[in-house]
Every structure is written in structure tokens, then in C-alpha cells.
């Protein structure tokens, strides 16, 4: 194996899953120890690179759940199924699940910050005897914005899944507002050992750990994942430095503790 960090391997496409016109979820062949929030660089010859967060592991595989925004991007779209694509990673810290046992567990997810943590509630969901209770507080803009339906459908059963969007109207199976409407009103048996993850953009992230502090949540339980214009992924480049942190290396998830310092 090539011990060049900036040199990357070749992973073959098993499945490709659409979600809207501009997310699908890219299924690569990968075997070795990745965790819920690292990233792997996905790089096309003479187009560059772009960092992906893992939203799913399998057995020998892994999920990249991709948004069509660019030219790295739009050419990865253009790869299918028996296709290959160039990685290398994993990089970054991760969730680990083991951070969150014996305790109540929040996670509050919007639009693509599902996928970071999308491993996360997977494993908590299939493990019920790790925690004292789940809750999902996932939001999208539109029904049409909609990531990973299938995953919603099963996590029904296996939590207390709030699913909503921003706007229109409700159904039985999702209400309409923003995540931070549904904070004041969660039902926490004990507020000083509850956990809580949040993952989504800048100002959904904010906001939404400013309720759980109004909550009743303790800074230490709380955890972010600050994804932040990452660019080579070892901490060379320093394009993703904030103070003395690099969030390639030390992130993307930090502690809120460490997190809420980290202002561009």
C-alpha cells in the first residue's frame, strides 16, 4: 500500500441511489476501520478533489452521499454503477457511538447534515439497549429536498423520529417548521446526563444548540460537526484552519465545549 498521504486508491461504484436531481448516494467498495462524520477526498483526473462525508458503513463498503454543486461533483455524477472513483481517507475524527451509551440521546439533523450522522442513528437505532432513549429532530426544506426516505421509514419504528419541512403542509408523516421549534418540547427524563448531536448549516446549527442550552443541556454533552472548507484533509494546506484548530484533523465533529469557539 502507498504510504503517500496525497496519493489516492481506486474504489469501484456497487450502487448508486438517487434521492433528488441533485443528491445521490454513491455505494463504494471499501474495507478498513472508518467511522459516522469522518470524510474521504473524492478526486477525478483534471477536474480535482472534493471532501465527502461517510453517510453510511457496510461490510466492505461505505456510502458517499454526494450534492451536484461543482465540476469535481458534476463529473462524479457522470459515473455509474461498475464505475470507479479515485478516494483517499479517511479523514477526520468522527462520532463515536460509544460517547452516547447509557444516556438519553438527541440528534438534530438539517437538509444534508442528515448524512454526517446518518451512520450515528443507524447504529443507536439497531442498538437500543446502548441508550435511554432516542429522538431524531430532522429537517428539510421541501419534500422534494428529502434525503434517505427508506432510512426514515425504518427509523419510525426505532425512535421517536420528528421528521418536518420548512414549509407547507403537515401529513401523518411529517410535520411543517424548523428543527428548533420541536427543542423546547422534547420529553427528557434526566436533562443532566442527555447527549445531543447537531449537524446542518452554520445558522441551523447555532440556533438549534442555543433551545438545547435553553433545554437544559449541558455544553460538555453536546456535539457539532463544523465541516469547513476542507481542502487536503492532513492539515498541510491550512485552508481549513480556525485559531489553533484545523478541521480536517481535529473535526470535523468537535465537543460544543471546543466547537463554539471555532468562528470564521
Not at 437500543?128 to 419534500?143: C, N, Q, R, V, Y
Request: proline fraction near 5%.
Amino acid at each position: 500500500m502507498n504510504n503517500n498521504a496525497y496519493v489516492p486508491f481506486s474504489s469501484k461504484i456497487k450502487e448508486v441511489i438517487r434521492h433528488t436531481p441533485i443528491e445521490y448516494t454513491f455505494r463504494m467498495e471499501y474495507t478498513g476501520d472508518v467511522k459516522p462524520g469522518q470524510f474521504f477526498e473524492v478526486s477525478i483526473p483534471k477536474f480535482g478533489e472534493a471532501p465527502i462525508s461517510v453517510s453510511g458503513i457496510g461490510d466492505g463498503l461505505i456510502d458517499l452521499t454526494i450534492r451536484r454543486v461543482g465540476k469535481v461533483t458534476n463529473e462524479v455524477f457522470e459515473k455509474y454503477e461498475g464505475s470507479s472513483l479515485l478516494l483517499r481517507g479517511p479523514y477526520g475524527n468522527g462520532f463515536d457511538v460509544n460517547d452516547y451509551a447509557g444516556s438519553e440521546v438527541v440528534i438534530v439533523a438539517g437538509g444534508t447534515g442528515v448524512s454526517p450522522v446518518r451512520g450515528v442513528i443507524d447504529h443507536l437505532g439497531s442498538h437500543p439497549e446502548m441508550h435511554k432513549g432516542l429522538t431524531l429532530i430532522a429537517g428539510f426544506k421541501s419534500d422534494e429536498d428529502m434525503l434517505f426516505r427508506k432510512d426514515f421509514e425504518r427509523w419510525e419504528n426505532q425512535m421517536n423520529l420528528i421528521l418536518t419541512v420548512d414549509k407547507g403542509e403537515p401529513t401523518a408523516k411529517r410535520r411543517v417548521g424548523l428543527v428548533t421549534e420541536f427543542i423546547p418540547t422534547l420529553d427528557i427524563k434526566d436533562i443532566d446526563t442527555a447527549k445531543a448531536i447537531v449537524v446542518g448549516p452554520p445558522a441551523m446549527m447555532r440556533f438549534s444548540v442555543m433551545a438545547l442550552l435553553d433545554r437544559g443541556f449541558k455544553e460538555e454533552n453536546i456535539w457539532i460537526s463544523h465541516e469547513r472548507k476542507m481542502c487536503c484533509g492532513i492539515g498541510k494546506c491550512g485552508h481549513c484552519r480556525i485559531n489553533d484548530k484545523y478541521v480536517c484533523l481535529d473535526g470535523p465533529v468537535f465537543p460544543y465545549t471546543i466547537g463554539k469557539d471555532l468562528i470564521d
